[in-house]
């Protein structure tokens, strides 16, 4: 059974960067589409950004567009998302989710990933 586990959140000064990872066990990820999400408190759950299942297609919430990257290691069986010039708005916890059928192409809708981690936590603050 798949199971994500994310790491690599903390607290960074605005501008700085941060490298989130989701490590799968249990399965691989090579057959799902992946996507981080992230909630701040009191707000909805969010899309930020995603990878399909080979890789060829990402897309990203306009909000992080230009700043964040989301890349895959099928290797390690990981998914990562580069946050960079990171702004006090991006404070939230992040997640990361599993669409284990075979996607083209990846959407940020938050019906379409059945496995999620626990979370990692980010903090932009000065």
């Known amino acids: 059974q798949l199971q994500l586990v994310e790491s690599g959140g903390g607290l960074v000064q605005p501008g700085g960067s941060l490298r989130l990872s989701c490590a799968a066990s249990?399965?691989?990820?090579?057959?799902?589409?992946i996507a981080w999400f992230r909630q701040a408190p009191g707000k909805e759950r969010e899309g930020v950004s995603c990878?399909?299942?080979?890789?060829?297609?990402?897309a990203s919430a306009d909000s992080v567009k230009g700043r964040f990257t989301i890349f895959r290691d099928y290797a390690k069986n990981a998914v990562y998302l580069q946050m960079n010039s990171l702004k006090p708005e991006d404070t939230a916890r992040y997640f990361c989710?599993?669409?284990?059928?075979?996607?083209?192409?990846?959407?940020?809708?938050?019906?379409?990933?059945?496995?999620w981690g626990q979370g990692t936590q980010v903090t932009v603050s000065s």
């Open positions: 990878i399909s299942t080979n890789g060829g297609n990402t």
């Open positions: 249990g399965d691989t990820l090579a057959t799902s589409a």
């Open positions: 989710a599993a669409d284990p059928s075979y996607q083209h192409f990846c959407a940020l809708v938050t019906e379409k990933y059945s496995v």
